[in-house]
């Protein structure tokens, strides 16, 4: 791959602000990266739109040209045309490597705006919600990659309007954008539901999913979330293993494995301070659960992870 005129390793959303976006009320923003914006890259001062708590917010970006070399929770992985890329606000996400010709578009929402724009709507089916992937990317086809284009440049097109109604606009065509990306999952997984509100228990699911998302570092019993969620556990439990297949405990542990791969990637942090971060009792409790779940003591994960590949 040929290297972009980038002198260092960058924190991509420290990227994104070098580049020139489009944002409405700090909630949604829209970038196009092309050749000419990142052709000088160092030398363009912060966006003046560009919002200042961009690190909290969920990224979408799918890749047009090109190619990329990124490091997402401190795993790497080589991004090319056709790519479809996740960018969860809790992600460490570092550019590493670009080619001249690297393009894409990146479409970043705060999570009040999301829940506003699918208020009482059901865009991707709770399957998908709860399907925590272990790749944050998705190779998808020309035709979804031209539906994603179209939806984006309307989205671009209206943040850079002055429009009397210009919120509801932005919602509209935001909700039409995840529409596309709910319709790439319906392609993969075969699934043809149609799309209606949400039933109460797949509400339930849904609360406790993002409740986990927030919470699993710190709360690592079930009743944590039944209590926020005003149900008992023993129901909360009940729904879960009905629709997807298994219990709170199973998603609380899935999250929490995830975290601790994270953090046991994370240069210059000791096994104590994770498992300080994860709120476990002592090293030995930490490891009893990572090796429950994994089939292998943190120490040896770390050592795999750093050996040479």
Same mark, same amino acid.
């Given at each position: 791959?040929?290297?972009?005129?980038?002198?260092?390793?960058?924190? =991509?959303?420290?990227?994104?602000?070098?580049?020139?976006?489009?944002?409405?009320?700090?909630?949604? =923003? #829209? %970038?196009?990266?092309?050749?000419?914006?990142?052709?000088?890259?160092?030398?363009? /001062?912060?966006?003046? +739109?560009?919002?200042?708590?961009?690190?909290?917010?969920?990224?979408?970006?799918?890749?047009? #040209?090109?190619?990329?070399?990124?490091?997402?929770? @401190?795993? +790497?992985?080589?991004? $090319?045309?056709?790519?479809?890329?996740?960018?969860?606000?809790? #992600?460490? %996400? !570092?550019? =590493?490597?670009?080619?001249?010709?690297?393009?894409? @578009?990146?479409?970043?929402?705060?999570?009040?705006?999301?829940?506003?724009? =699918?208020?009482?709507?059901? /865009?991707?089916?709770?399957?998908?919600? %709860? *399907?925590? $992937?272990?790749?944050?990317?998705?190779?998808?086809?020309?035709?979804?990659?031209?539906?994603?284009?179209?939806?984006?440049? !309307?989205?671009?097109?209206?943040?850079? $309007?002055?429009?009397?109604?210009?919120?509801?606009?932005?919602?509209?065509?935001?909700?039409?954008?995840?529409?596309?990306?709910?319709?790439?999952?319906?392609? !993969? *997984?075969?699934?043809?539901?149609?799309?209606?509100?949400?039933? $109460?228990?797949?509400?339930?699911?849904?609360?406790?999913?993002?409740? %986990?998302?927030?919470? #699993?570092?710190?709360?690592?019993?079930?009743?944590? @979330?039944?209590?926020?969620?005003?149900?008992?556990? &023993?129901?909360?439990?009940?729904?879960?293993?009905?629709?997807?297949?298994?219990?709170? +405990?199973?998603?609380?542990?899935?999250?929490?494995?995830? &975290?601790?791969?994270?953090?046991?990637?994370? /240069?210059?942090?000791?096994?104590?301070?994770?498992?300080?971060?994860?709120?476990?009792?002592?090293?030995?409790?930490?490891?009893?659960?990572?090796?429950?779940?994994?089939?292998?003591?943190?120490?040896?994960?770390?050592?795999?992870?750093?050996?040479?590949?």
């Amino acid at each position: 791959m040929k290297r972009g005129t980038i002198s260092s390793k960058v924190n =991509l959303q420290k990227f994104i602000k070098m580049i020139e976006g489009y944002s409405f009320n700090d909630k949604l =923003l #829209a %970038v196009v990266i092309s050749p000419f914006s990142h052709g000088n890259i160092e030398e363009i /001062p912060s966006a003046k +739109n560009t919002p200042e708590d961009i690190e909290r917010m969920m990224g979408f970006m799918f890749i047009v #040209a090109g190619e990329a070399e990124m490091s997402i929770d @401190y795993a +790497n992985y080589k991004f $090319r045309e056709n790519h479809w890329v996740e960018l969860r606000p809790t #992600a460490e %996400v !570092r550019l =590493l490597n670009y080619s001249d010709n690297f393009s894409a @578009y990146i479409i970043m929402a705060s999570e009040s705006f999301i829940l506003d724009t =699918l208020l009482d709507k059901k /865009p991707i089916p709770v399957s998908h919600f %709860v *399907d925590a $992937r272990e790749s944050p990317h998705l190779e998808i086809t020309d035709y979804e990659l031209e539906a994603l284009k179209h939806s984006a440049d !309307r989205i671009l097109y209206y943040l850079r $309007r002055e429009h009397h109604f210009k919120k509801d606009m932005l919602h509209n065509t935001f909700y039409n954008f995840i529409l596309e990306v709910s319709n790439m999952f319906h392609n !993969r *997984d075969g699934v043809r539901k149609q799309l209606s509100t949400l039933s $109460r228990k797949e509400s339930i699911i849904r609360d406790f999913m993002i409740l %986990v998302e927030r919470n #699993a570092m710190e709360e690592h019993n079930p009743s944590f @979330y039944s209590d926020k969620l005003c149900i008992s556990t &023993q129901y909360l439990s009940i729904i879960l293993k009905e629709i997807t297949g298994h219990t709170a +405990n199973h998603w609380i542990a899935k999250k929490i494995t995830a &975290q601790s791969k994270i953090l046991l990637r994370t /240069p210059n942090l000791t096994i104590k301070e994770i498992t300080d971060k994860l709120h476990f009792a002592d090293q030995s409790s930490f490891g009893k659960f990572f090796k429950k779940h994994t089939g292998m003591s943190p120490k040896k994960y770390r050592e795999d992870f750093s050996s040479p590949r």
